[in-house]
Nanobody, 119 residues
Framework: QVQLVESGGGSVQAGGSLLLSCAAS??????????MGWYRQAPGKQRELVAT???????NYVDSVNGRFTISRDNAKNTVNLQMNSLKSEDTAVYYC???????????WGQGTQVTVSS
């Protein structure tokens, strides 16, 4: 079992930046087997993938955030971050941290953190 706790959400004006962090309550060994990701869900919309990072550091982004957001992980601290720059009003959503254990169907979610971008 892996528990994920997000932090760093809040309100910002368009063009601003926020850093989201997610801490995983797992052993370092287990964290090294997790593909970490950030998803978001805006009101009235389905949850969508924002970015993922594999245990080897390979990253993937949804087109709408490519070049503005950066996902990173610290395998020694069991954390994953999402640096969000040049924020737009359409980035407003609840952001969820996700962990998926490689080669299994084990999938874990954080409780979510609100990000509000005002224009």
């Amino acid at each position: 079992q892996v528990q994920l706790v997000e932090s760093g959400g809040g309100s910002v004006q368009a063009g601003g930046s926020l850093l989201l962090s997610c801490a995983a309550s797992s052993s370092t060994t287990l964290f090294g087997l997790l593909i970490m990701g950030w998803y978001r869900q805006a009101p009235g919309k389905q949850r969508e993938l924002v970015a993922t990072i594999t245990n080897t550091g390979r990253t993937n982004y949804v087109d709408s955030v490519n070049g503005r957001f950066t996902i990173s992980r610290d395998n020694a601290k069991n954390t994953v971050n999402l640096q969000m720059n040049s924020l737009k009003s359409e980035d407003t959503a609840v952001y969820y941290c996700n962990a998926r254990k490689v080669f299994t169907s084990d999938n874990y979610w954080g409780q979510g953190t609100q990000v509000t971008v005002s224009s």
